[in-house]
């Protein structure tokens, strides 16, 4: 049995204290500094079950099978016209660069609940790796439009 026997003072207990209030305080700030984790890991879009679970859980009501389904590489250095939609993409924090020179597949779905729109808007989900990496809503026609996937805010 080994025992070890230390003598403080009070001068060097109270350093001791500070010294440790001083070390938890830095690592305090300094956790505080940062960049925030992801709050969960993207989530994991295997089939189609999963896709459809996805973007019901960000508002979108849609058929049940996709339209169309699109799978094709993505270019090792993104030009126009990805850099374009990445910057759509951007907005709602994906980013298409993390997946240059993967494969990626697109997903196109008949969209059932969009305001005011009952019919002829389509949303695009792309996967990357079993995860979602980009998306949009887009009407064709005259009065389209091409839109990020958050659901839009009722109108007053």
Avoid: H
């Avoid at 924090?93 to 389509?122: M, S």
């Avoid at 091409?146 to 839009?152: N, R």
Wanted: proline share 8%.
């Amino acid at each position: 049995m080994l025992i070890w026997i230390a003598r403080f003072s009070r001068k060097k207990a109270a350093f001791a204290v500070i010294a440790m209030g001083v070390v938890m305080a830095a690592l305090i700030i300094l956790m505080g500094r940062l960049p925030p984790d992801e709050d969960a890991a993207p989530p994991r879009l295997a089939d189609n079950g999963q896709r459809v679970a996805y973007l019901q859980s960000l508002g979108w009501e849609v058929e049940p099978e996709p339209l169309e389904t699109l799978q094709f590489l993505l270019p090792e250095a993104l030009a126009e016209p990805y850099l374009s939609y990445n910057d759509l993409q951007k907005r709602q924090g994906f980013d298409l660069t993390n997946c240059c020179g993967k494969q990626v597949a697109r997903f196109t779905y008949a969209v059932t609940n969009y305001p005011g729109r009952p019919e002829g808007v389509q949303l695009n989900l792309y996967v990357c790796e079993e995860a979602p990496v980009a998306g949009d809503i887009f009407c064709a026609g005259a009065d389209g439009f091409q839109e990020t996937l958050a659901y839009p805010e009722a109108e007053s």
